[in-house]
């Protein structure tokens, strides 16, 4: 169980919940296939896949948990191949022409009539509530799928008091600092080799660069042009490397052979062990990485949070 992405939430205010709560909650809203009408829904699963019904997994105090979302797909070429041919048939029969209104109404029809013999998409969104840390992660490549799971949750729960952090200073300032030598880079962390330089004028441009030494002469030419590093490949601490970006979205993570190697030392056959171990180290890797992440970038603003 190792999470590919981590989208932060911080709690506002204090909150707490056990794992037999948050059972209860979210077997209220547990998944449901889509019915012969529907598009898309969502529910949860269990975490452990077909080899679990339960639908929290805890272990440390981080509670695990999924997201199943199933999308019927209608391609749109056919659904207009049908529309319009039945619109044809209608024009020929009435000896005129159909107007949109009637077109889009037809539209529907035809995806109604096509709905039961759709075929299915499955996603599975994964995220840990760390009450202790304060924080929700969620595995999302993007901060949208991330906040359609923090939604759902907050609808299963009736509330769910979180926001992204808020950053006593813009993180691109930070890059770009580290990039030219303005700020020092933290002892902890060390740069890769890839990054995205945006010019922060209304049309200015986007440069990517990958598998090159970030401070070598072409990049900083184009710092020295004034624009502003939005992503950074980066190592924290010999162990974890990642991509972050200026929204704090951490990418493409990648956990170290240190980590790896305690994992093999879980000496067990038994699948569910292993996923807790694996679990269990990844919560308490990121619970390092999330808050000195934060620090390095220059703090974070806890001026609207509730404190205990």
Partial sequence: MWFRNARVFRFTKPFDITPEELEEKLAADAFKPCG????TRHGWV??????SEMLVHSAGGYHLVALRKEEKLLPGPVV??????????????????????EKDELKEEVMLEMLPRAFSRNRRSYAYLAPADGVLVVDAGSAKQAEDLASALRQSLGSLPVRPPALEQAPAFTFTGWLNESIDLPGAIELGTECELKDPSEDGGVVRCKGLDLRAD???????????????SLTWDENVSFVLDEEFGIRRLKFGE?????????????????????FSLMTLELARLIPGLLEALGGEDRSAIVED
């Fill in 80 to 101: 207009k191949e049908l529309v319009d041919e039945k619109a044809e048939v209608i024009e020929q029969e009435q000896g005129r022409k159909l107007r949109k209104k």
């Fill in 218 to 232: 072409e990049i900083q030419n184009h710092l020295e042009a004034g624009m502003q590093v939005t992503k950074l």
């Fill in 46 to 51: 269990s975490p452990l896949g077909m080899n």
């Fill in 258 to 278: 240190t980590l790896q190697e305690k994992l093999d030392e879980v000496d067990s056959d038994d699948a569910a062990a292993k996923f807790d171990a694996a």
């Fill in 36 to 39: 012969p009408q529907e598009t």
